[in-house]
C-alpha cells in the first residue's frame, strides 16, 4: 500500500509592523529550520522608499507584491519545502491571493495591543516604515474570519515562548486533525 505523500505546510506570519512577525519567525524557522523569507524583501524599492516617507500603500502598491510572496510560496511547495514568510496580509482579499493555489498555508496571526505595538515601533531602529503608519495599518486591519485557515496568537511573551506555542498549537492540531490541510486547525 502506497502512502499518501506529505503535504507542506507555510506558516505566514502576519500582523501590523511592530508585532513582532520577524523575531517569531525567526525564532520558528530556528527550532524547524524551514525556508524563511522576510516578505518585505520582496517590496520594491518604490514601495519601500513610499513607506519610508510616511504614504502607506494602496492596494496598488501591495498587489504585486502579494503576487511575489504567493509565488515565492508556490515555489516552496513544489519543491516539496515547509517555510515561513512574514507578511502583513492584512485584509482577507490579500490573504485570499495567498491562499489561491497554496494548500500549505496557514495564518499566524500575532496579537497585541496598540500601546505595547507603539512601544516597539518607538523603539525600532534601522527599519523603512516610520511609527507615523501605524494607525493606516490598523485601520486597514481585518481578524482572521472563521473559515480562513489561521490561529491567532497573543503577543505579550517572548518571541521564543511564542514560536513554541504556535509550533505546540500546530502539534496539537495535526494530533487531533490529521486528515486536515497542513494539520490545519478545525474551525
Not at 7 to 31: F, P, Q
Not at 78 to 89: I, K, N, P, Q
Not at 105 to 124: E, S, W, Y
Request: aromatic letters at 4%; hydrophobic letters at 40%; one cysteine or more.
Amino acid at each position: 500500500m502506497r502512502q499518501a505523500a506529505r503535504m507542506t505546510r507555510t506558516l505566514v506570519v502576519m500582523g501590523v509592523s511592530g508585532v513582532g512577525k520577524t523575531s517569531v519567525a525567526v525564532e520558528i524557522v530556528t527550532r524547524t529550520g524551514w525556508t524563511f523569507i522576510e516578505g518585505d524583501d520582496l517590496h520594491t524599492d518604490a514601495n519601500r522608499a513610499k513607506m519610508a516617507a510616511g504614504t502607506p500603500l494602496d492596494d496598488e502598491d501591495r498587489w504585486p507584491w502579494l503576487c511575489r510572496i504567493a509565488a515565492w510560496i508556490g515555489e516552496q511547495e513544489a519543491a516539496g519545502r515547509d517555510a515561513v514568510v512574514t507578511c502583513s496580509a492584512l485584509r482577507r482579499s490579500y490573504r485570499d491571493l495567498l491562499c489561491d493555489g497554496h494548500p500549505s498555508v496557514l495564518f499566524v496571526h500575532l496579537l497585541a495591543p496598540r500601546a505595547l505595538i507603539q512601544t516597539r515601533i518607538d523603539n525600532r531602529r534601522g527599519h523603512y516604515m516610520p511609527p507615523s503608519l501605524l494607525g493606516s495599518q490598523l485601520a486597514t486591519l481585518e481578524d482572521l474570519d472563521p473559515d480562513e485557515p489561521g490561529i491567532g496568537v497573543d503577543t505579550d511573551g517572548s518571541p521564543a515562548d511564542i514560536a513554541q506555542d504556535v509550533l505546540t498549537r500546530l502539534a496539537d492540531a495535526d494530533r487531533t486533525n490529521p486528515d486536515a490541510p497542513s494539520g490545519r486547525p478545525a474551525p
